[in-house]
């Protein structure tokens, strides 16, 4: 890539890195029956009889400018809106396909254009999510896998008539007709060429050089601008050197649910927003819009109460860049900018001890206070250096009980440009947790009975340990609900550390019910493999063998093709005399 292009990326994308949060907004005909988008598929709805859900769509409760008050005042910077979910049913009116909201439904109105104006008045970036491969109401739509084949013959598809007869016009018709839109966002493009996938990358690009593809717009790596996480998806440190985004939704479902009622709390989504951001990506957030048009009760009052979060809070969010560290933190997570770190403490974790302990900070600290004290009374610092581990110290009082709702934002103002040793060091609370893409990945043989192929992968790190003692070696993995750890890591995995390997099958020794990073249909398990004795200080080797390691900058899988066990890091953690928990 040429120093122009990359500069013109950047351009590009200048606005999205900077946004941070989004609405994502799944909304059709689905809502009637209220079980989700991917209903028609699932009960293998005939065509003839689902487009009779369009003379019952009728939501004459929608209101663009409300939706997008919402969405604003959650501190979302963009809507993404289904034009077009897999049902083929667009929703706005389409001169190419008469079964849209215009045309086919009782309502006659076009909901894209309100929201394009009710955006342009409030500042919000309006996007579209369209479904470009699968659509099962059209006979000649082609997806390796979810396809119509109950009313139509997969031998007489001609996907040429398809792409080049509804999806390319129809796209077209998006991005002529609503003035500049921020970004389309594509899905399961499952099958689909190299050759179509540069083609619809160059009709967009054609139609509105500056609209944003999301990846999803072809399983070829590399394609579009950024990559779009696999659903409620949050990465590894390390996993990607493309800007990212997690789609999430709000509860377990994407479309109106009427049986969904598993919300997640206020406080589990900050949480998740901060862990996301830290990483350096973005959280497109749905709500699934009823059949009347509005937006659940459950789903506004959170992003409600999330939008007074991030008003408070939004130095440390937006135009933010990720943490300098590479790991996770026992108290929270931390985002930057030139001079400045955020420090996000979430309040279940507030030091009962009156202060915080952070390493790795080479600057001076100018001064250090809480975001949400208007007042900007400074906290006491105390800077030390150990010179024989290189290690710097920087200690925070903190006031005795959390200033803030769920997490409450230390500001560290630095002298100089940030200066920050980011290398692996345990943390004051005697755990460090690495994740595997932050290692140094390589292939090693060593794994007899290794998943699909003797060859495993090996990650290892350098981690700098301040004080000897016991020390036990634990596996984090996600687990899907229809898996065992048994048999996804049938081949065992090896860890050396300081020299000494240790050779096992995970076990589900605890579960984490409220992790930042894991979301349903995954949990978090934490496996115990073994324990290691370090006689002193000093920098040591941990070595990670397994065929479960996965290379950095994944391609997109399908959300059904997704592991049914994710390996995700390594997690050291120092163990006090008598001390038997996990």
């Known amino acids: 890539m040429s120093n122009s292009t990359e500069v013109k990326q950047e351009q590009r994308m200048k606005w999205w890195t900077e946004a941070k949060f989004g609405m994502f907004v799944h909304w059709g005909l689905y809502a009637i029956p209220g079980q989700g988008e991917w209903h028609m598929y699932g009960e293998k709805i005939p065509v003839k009889e689902y487009e009779k859900l369009a003379g019952q769509f009728n939501p004459v409760q929608f209101g663009a400018r409300e939706w997008v008050r919402i969405a604003k005042e959650a501190g979302m910077k963009y809507i993404v809106i289904t034009a077009k979910h897999h049902d083929g049913f667009a929703m706005y009116p389409s001169a190419v396909e008469p079964f849209n909201i215009v045309d086919a439904s009782p309502f006659k109105r076009d909901p894209m254009k309100e929201l394009a104006e009710a955006c342009r008045e409030e500042g919000i970036r309006l996007c579209f999510y369209y479904s470009h491969v699968i659509d099962w109401h059209h006979p000649h739509s082609v997806h390796n896998a979810a396809n119509n084949t109950w009313d139509y013959k997969m031998e007489e598809k001609q996907f040429t008539k398809y792409w080049n007869g509804l999806a390319k016009p129809q796209i077209k018709e998006l991005l002529t007709e609503y003035g500049p839109i921020g970004l389309l966002w594509f899905d399961t493009a499952g099958g689909l060429s190299r050759e179509d996938s540069e083609d619809m990358v160059a009709h967009v690009r054609s139609l509105q050089p500056d609209c944003l593809i999301n990846s999803r717009v072809s399983h070829f790596k590399?394609?579009?601008?950024?990559?779009?996480?696999?659903?409620?998806?949050?990465?590894?440190?390390?996993?990607?050197?493309?800007?990212?985004?997690?789609?999430?939704?709000?509860?377990?479902?994407?479309?109106?649910?009427?049986?969904?009622?598993?919300?997640?709390?206020?406080?589990?989504?900050?949480?998740?927003?901060?862990?996301?951001?830290?990483?350096?990506?973005?959280?497109?957030?749905?709500?699934?819009?009823?059949?009347?048009?509005?937006?659940?009760?459950?789903?506004?009052?959170?992003?409600?109460?999330?939008?007074?979060?991030?008003?408070?809070?939004?130095?440390?969010?937006?135009?933010?860049?990720?943490?300098?560290?590479?790991?996770?933190?026992?108290?929270?997570?931390?985002?930057?900018?030139?001079?400045?770190?955020?420090?996000?403490?979430?309040?279940?974790?507030?030091?009962?001890?009156?202060?915080?302990?952070?390493?790795?900070?080479?600057?001076?600290?100018?001064?250090?206070?809480?975001?949400?004290?208007?007042?900007?009374?400074?906290?006491?610092?105390?800077?030390?250096?150990?010179?024989?581990?290189?290690?710097?110290?920087?200690?925070?009082?903190?006031?005795?009980?959390?200033?803030?709702?769920?997490?409450?934002?230390?500001?560290?103002?630095?002298?100089?440009?940030?200066?920050?040793?980011?290398?692996?060091?345990?943390?004051?609370?005697?755990?460090?947790?690495?994740?595997?893409?932050?290692?140094?990945?390589?292939?090693?043989?060593?794994?007899?009975?290794?998943?699909?192929?003797?060859?495993?992968?090996?990650?290892?790190?350098?981690?700098?340990?301040?004080?000897?003692?016991?020390?036990?070696?634990?596996?984090?993995?996600?687990?899907?609900?229809d898996a065992t750890l048994e048999e996804e890591f049938r081949g065992g995995v090896k860890l050396a550390f300081a020299g000494r390997w240790i050779a096992g099958l995970p076990q589900e020794d605890q579960i984490i019910t409220d992790s930042p990073a894991c979301q349903h249909p995954y949990t978090e398990v934490h496996s115990v493999l073994g324990e290691v004795e370090l006689a002193e200080p000093g920098s040591y080797s941990l070595t990670l063998k397994s065929a479960l390691i996965k290379d950095r900058n994944p391609p997109f899988t399908e959300i059904w093709q997704a592991d049914k066990v994710k390996l995700r890091s390594v997690m050291l953690v120092r163990v006090d005399p008598g001390t038997i928990e996990v």
């Open 222 to 481: 590399g394609m579009g601008d950024y990559q779009s996480k696999g659903d409620n998806e949050t990465p590894m440190y390390g996993e990607d050197t493309r800007p990212w985004e997690t789609p999430m939704t709000l509860n377990q479902t994407w479309g109106f649910s009427l049986k969904d009622q598993v919300w997640k709390t206020t406080e589990s989504l900050v949480r998740k927003l901060v862990n996301i951001v830290s990483k350096g990506g973005n959280l497109l957030l749905n709500v699934g819009p009823s059949p009347e048009g509005t937006i659940p009760g459950e789903s506004v009052k959170r992003l409600r109460e999330l939008g007074e979060w991030t008003g408070r809070n939004a130095e440390a969010i937006y135009e933010s860049s990720a943490s300098p560290y590479p790991y996770d933190f026992d108290w929270g997570a931390v985002t930057a900018k030139p001079g400045r770190l955020y420090m996000h403490v979430y309040n279940n974790k507030w030091p009962a001890e009156g202060r915080l302990i952070l390493g790795g900070v080479r600057n001076k600290v100018s001064k250090a206070y809480m975001l949400a004290d208007p007042d900007k009374q400074a906290l006491e610092t105390e800077q030390s250096f150990d010179e024989g581990l290189k290690l710097h110290t920087l200690a925070i009082g903190l006031p005795a009980h959390a200033p803030d709702q769920h997490v409450s934002v230390i500001v560290l103002e630095l002298e100089g440009e940030n200066d920050i040793d980011n290398g692996f060091t345990m943390l004051p609370c005697g755990r460090l947790k690495v994740d595997v893409t932050s290692g140094r990945i390589t292939e090693s043989h060593g794994i007899a009975e290794a998943k699909e192929a003797a060859l495993a992968r090996e990650a290892e790190w350098k981690v700098t340990i301040p004080q000897p003692g016991t020390y036990r070696l634990m596996l984090v993995s996600f687990k899907r609900a």
